[in-house]
Nanobody, 120 residues
Framework: QVHLVESGGDSVQAGGSLRLSCTYTRSSSCMSWFRQAPGKEREGVAYVQTKDGFTAYADSVKGRFTAAQDIPKKMLYLQMTGLTPEDTATYFC????????????????WGQGTQVTVSS
């Protein structure tokens, strides 16, 4: 069974940067980052396809966030720059069998989440 643990969440000012990390026990076909803001549904932020490193991003973060996977270290990262208050959310590391920014049953293992707060 895959076990995921996120770290790196913090409180920053708008325009700042953060790097989230996720350590996992076993890689899956696809590794991703989702986020959930208070009162909102979880949304896919980015994913990395394990077999070839292909990445995809939500339009809201494209050009600002970069996802990467270090397979030998069993780590997933999310480098976030140009943060805005709209990026405030709990960020989850997720493992699944299908790469998609949509939330579905193919995302079968979730971390506990790490909080990112961006102040204006």
């Amino acid at each position: 069974q895959v076990h995921l643990v996120e770290s790196g969440g913090d409180s920053v000012q708008a325009g700042g940067s953060l790097r989230l990390s996720c350590t996992y026990t076993r890689s899956s076909s696809c590794m991703s980052w989702f986020r959930q803001a208070p009162g909102k549904e979880r949304e896919g932020v980015a994913y990395v396809q394990t077999k070839d490193g292909f990445t995809a991003y939500a339009d809201s973060v494209k050009g600002r966030f970069t996802a990467a996977q270090d397979i030998p270290k069993k780590m997933l990262y999310l480098q976030m720059t140009g943060l805005t208050p709209e990026d405030t959310a709990t960020y989850f590391c997720v493992a699944g069998s299908l790469c998609s920014l949509l939330n579905g049953i193919w995302w079968d293992t979730w971390g506990q989440g790490t909080q990112v707060t961006v102040s204006s």
